[in-house]
């Protein structure tokens, strides 16, 4: 599988779009929805939030299992993908388009995250 | 992963691999859990085929002129009642009537006076419990008890389209092959125990083979079925389609904890068969216990909203702790989360009022239905 290179990536398997205007999109990687399995449930943080970067603050839910949501930067939510609460398969099917989750006026970014390369070679190991 | 170092391969691993299946340890054997997508794979079994590898399943063979008395004695059912080409589903219980594991035991052979042989068919993590409890329990009779793990491999083809897609391979009698009931046969050339027995609700068939026959069996029942929908199928599938039926699974639903009484399948538990058997004696306390307070009792939950309850979970009402979770999932036939969990009898009405579970904290709202929340039209 490919990863977008115009994306930044968390080691938590969150996609990170570059800023427009102070705000990037975050999404979970192609590989995790991968490990996940069918996502049918998606809890995400509603618009407003405050998030801080490597905490939690959401749940995906798949057939077998449920998983913690982080945010890969803190900032304030500024939307959220109402299509994919709708519609969790999306996650699945196009997540790194259609399946994105949610976004974010960034206010820090921690320095470790990763560029595509360094993700694909992360998430293979 | 797995913590006891290397795990088992099926005769089918290679293949899997190549079909880009996504591996899973299952009871220290390296299974597949899905190929695609679970969700369109339980939608196959439930509306086209579905073929699946259950080579991890343990099968153990007892035979001798006393193989019927020694299982009589060793497991709660009535085995010496079952007829040759029959399969019945049984259980193992500990003396204390705690269940060692659910089987389904097949009378082989095809005509009464045949030597006796059976096939003891135990759950893949239970297996090695299951062999040494009736290799233990064998003292004294006339009756071998034979490790055959490894002398099969194990296909299953389930869903509305297995019948025609096996019909094609096979001269066997599979019209007068009823639901419980195996028969040797040839498959695509290859020699089979043909058993009508499956795991998940719907028609379909399970092919006891040698393994060296499992790659050749699998590709000639893919080609017979591309035409009609048939998909391979993993493990989480197999446990969805499982819980729609209303189907037990140890571990989950059984436990050494539980006695069948406690389960709610007591029927399995045949006090009227002649002789002694491991547990008698605390079944029948178990069974009166049942009657004058009765247990827990296992419902099925169907959720309003879309958040998953799983094992474990507990069941509220009224703020008060009533049961617990054995099993759930997102159902991919209701379109909603469903679960299996013991409730306090007060509770277990279908239809009770204010029923919840608790999902992480919240309290979210369930609906109590009576098992199984699916049921194949015939």
């Known amino acids: ?125 | 992963m797995s913590s006891t170092g290397e795990l088992r391969h099926t005769a089918l691993d290679a293949l899997h691999r190549s079909l880009g299946a996504t591996m899973t340890d299952f009871a220290g054997w390296d299974m597949p859990l899905r190929y695609g997508s679970e969700r369109d794979e339980h939608i196959a079994v439930r509306t086209k085929a579905g073929l699946f590898d259950l080579s991890h399943m343990g099968e153990i063979t007892v035979t001798g002129p006393q193989a019927a008395a020694l299982l009589d004695f060793a497991l709660v059912g009535n085995i010496g009642g079952v007829k040759p080409g029959r399969a019945r589903y049984t259980m193992i219980c500990r003396a204390d009537g705690g269940i060692l594991d659910d089987l389904i035991v097949y009378r082989l052979g095809e005509t009464e006076a045949a030597a006796s042989e059976y096939m003891v068919v135990a759950n893949a993590s239970n297996a090695q419990v299951v062999l040494d409890a009736l290799t233990e329990r064998a003292a004294g009779f006339d009756a071998e008890v034979r490790d055959d793990r490894d002398a099969y491999a194990l296909l299953a083809v389930q869903g509305p389209q297995s019948p025609g897609i096996l019909k094609s391979l096979t001269d066997a009698d599979l019209d007068g092959l009823k639901y419980y009931a195996g028969l040797p046969g040839t498959v695509a050339g290859v020699p089979a125990l043909i058993a009508r027995t499956g795991y998940t609700g719907e028609d379909g068939f399970e092919l006891f083979v040698k393994p060296e026959h499992a790659v050749e069996l699998w590709q000639a029942l893919t080609k017979a079925g591309e035409g009609v929908g048939l998909v391979p199928c993993g493990l989480s599938c197999r446990d969805t389609l499982r819980l729609e039926a209303g189907m037990p699974l140890y571990g989950h639903e059984l436990s050494t904890s539980l006695t069948p009484f406690d389960a709610g399948l007591g029927r399995v538990v045949k006090f009227e068969k002649e002789g002694d058997f491991v547990g008698r004696e605390a079944l029948r306390e178990a069974a009166a216990r049942a009657e004058q307070q009765p247990p827990r009792v296992l419902v099925g939950l169907v959720a309003e909203g879309r958040r998953v309850p799983r094992a474990g979970y507990a069941v509220v009402a009224g703020g008060e702790v009533i049961g617990e979770v054995t099993s759930g999932a997102p159902s991919p036939t209701l379109g909603k989360p469903i679960a299996m969990a013991y409730v306090d009898p007060a509770h277990a009405a279908p239809g009770t009022s204010g029923v919840g579970v608790d999902i992480r904290g919240s309290h979210e709202p369930y609906e109590v239905v009576a098992l199984p929340f699916y049921k194949r039209q015939k």
């Open chain 1, 1 to 125: 599988m490919s990863n977008p290179t115009a994306l930044r990536y968390s080691k938590e398997h969150e996609w990170l779009s570059a800023a427009e205007d102070g705000v990037s999109t975050v999404g979970i990687t192609e590989h995790a929805a991968n490990a996940l399995g069918d996502v049918v449930f998606v809890q995400l943080p509603e618009v407003g939030d405050s998030v801080s970067a490597g905490e939690t603050c959401g749940e995906l839910e798949s057939t077998k299992s449920v998983s913690d949501l982080y945010s890969p930067v803190s900032g304030e939510i500024t939307e959220v993908n109402e299509d994919v609460v709708n519609d969790p398969s999306l996650v699945n099917s196009a997540p790194f388009e259609g399946g994105w989750l949610f976004k974010v006026r960034v206010s820090e970014e921690p320095g470790d995250l990763l560029s595509a390369d360094e993700y694909t070679a992360f998430s293979a190991g």
